[in-house]
């Protein structure tokens, strides 16, 4: 009887191969690469990045109210096509320099076919709220609630 110790003998061959997992990230890539554009329009693309800047501004006026002398209130000014940063005191709309984030002006224009409905203004105080009511925004269908009292913006 003759023993061997060679590598083939003893080398087990269960397992995959490096070869393998890149097959298998290779296909899925592939597959999320055809399945992801299948599930949203561009119109719907469109309006959910609206969404999210919207959220945004909010948050970001919210912010500003937050970190100013009382009695000044900042929010936004929501008309069907647009918005505007608005800065009050004492309840009088008042001039100032700041520029919404990623944006040019203090005005953000939504793209072609986005509408806004529900609230017209929302303010907020230095504690961050609206005041004693729920507030709503509904881009074509998406809605944006804001809580009475906390200004709770849910992601």
């Known amino acids: ?36 554009p299948l599930g949203i329009s561009a119109e719907e693309a469109k309006v959910q990045a609206e969404f999210s800047t919207l959220k945004g501004h909010l948050r970001y006026a919210q912010y500003l109210a937050m970190n100013d002398i009382s009695p000044i209130q900042w929010g936004l000014e929501i008309g069907g096509s647009s918005y505007e940063l608005v800065k009050y005191d004492n309840g009088a709309k008042t001039a100032h320099t700041r520029l919404l984030l990623g944006e040019s002006s203090a005005t953000h224009s939504f793209e072609n076919g986005v509408t806004a409905t529900g609230a017209a203004s929302v303010l907020f105080d230095d504690w961050g709220s609206p005041g004693t009511a729920d507030l709503s925004v509904a881009l074509n269908g998406m809605t944006i609630t804001i809580a009475a009292n906390t200004g709770f913006i849910p992601l």
């Open 1 to 36: 009887m003759r023993m061997s110790n060679t590598q083939s003998e003893t080398h087990s061959e269960k397992g995959f191969t490096l070869i393998d997992a890149v097959a298998v990230l290779i296909l899925l890539g592939i597959l999320a690469a055809v399945a992801i």
